[in-house]
């Protein structure tokens, strides 16, 4: 079983709030991925980091910021929240240096809803 | 980026086998993953395959690569009902940004009794 954790695993918020999805894991992996999946089950990469102070913009452009300060923490934050940003959001980590056996290990994810 | 792509829906009936297909087109791809979804969860590794092997078993799992067609195929033996589930399939190489796996779209497996 993966030692990733997710926070909250539902939030239902009105437009305009400011929030933030919690992302921890104790495997001490040093890079860590933020995914945005979509009703038609496709996951696209949002965010990235290879380390602490590391934080990269994936492939799918998004509103969400993210911070890495802490090995094992790596928060995604919007600061106002609106209707399109409802979705699925799902956190993984791993521990590679280059290409080789890469076993991403995700977390439960957090399901995101604006009204 | 390359493209994986996987055929969305596959119904099949309990104890029967069920086959799900993916081509991805990144010739670069060094492993590529099953992992398998089920609802309100994240992502759980299934299995991989390295790409110089062809084929790889466990259990009641058997994963065929086609490196030349860049084909890749999971079978589940005796589908049981616990298995509906989304299956993703995903590949890794250097082109992919923060050596982030690259998924396909997922295709959902319907077992009826």
């Known amino acids: 079983e993966a030692d990733i954790y997710q926070t909250p695993r539902y939030l239902v918020i009105g437009t305009g709030k400011k929030i933030t999805l919690e992302c921890s894991q104790t495997?001490?992996?040093?890079?860590m991925y933020w995914y945005q999946q979509d009703p038609g089950m496709e996951l696209h990469l949002i965010h990235y980091?290879?380390?602490?102070?590391?934080?990269e913009k994936g492939d799918l452009s998004s509103e969400s910021t993210v911070s890495r300060i802490r090995t094992e923490h790596f928060p995604l934050t919007l600061e106002s929240a609106r209707p399109s940003h409802t979705s699925q959001y799902l956190c993984?980590?791993?521990?590679?240096?280059?290409?080789?056996?890469?076993?991403?290990?995700f977390g439960p994810g957090t399901r995101l809803t604006v009204l | 980026g390359e493209d994986v792509e996987q055929s969305l829906f596959l119904s099949v009936r309990e104890g029967d086998s069920s086959v799900i297909n993916c081509t991805y087109t990144?010739?670069?791809?060094?492993?590529l993953y099953w992992y398998k979804q089920e609802p309100g969860a994240g992502l759980q590794l299934l299995t991989y395959?390295?790409?110089?092997?062809d084929m790889k078993q466990d259990q009641r799992l058997t994963v065929l690569l086609n490196k030349k067609d860049k084909h890749l195929s999971l079978r589940i033996a005796d589908t049981q009902t616990g298995d509906s589930a989304i299956y993703f399939c995903?590949?890794?190489?250097?082109?992919?940004?923060?050596?982030?796996?690259?998924f396909g779209k997922g295709t959902s497996l319907l077992v009826t009794p």
């Open positions: 980091s290879y380390g602490v102070n590391s934080t």
């Open positions: 495997m001490g992996h040093d890079k």
């Open positions: 395959i390295f790409s110089n092997m």
């Open positions: 990144d010739s670069s791809s060094t492993y």
């Open positions: 993984a980590s791993t521990r590679t240096g280059t290409v080789s056996y890469n076993e991403q290990f």
């Open positions: 995903a590949e890794n190489s250097n082109s992919n940004s923060g050596y982030a796996l690259n």
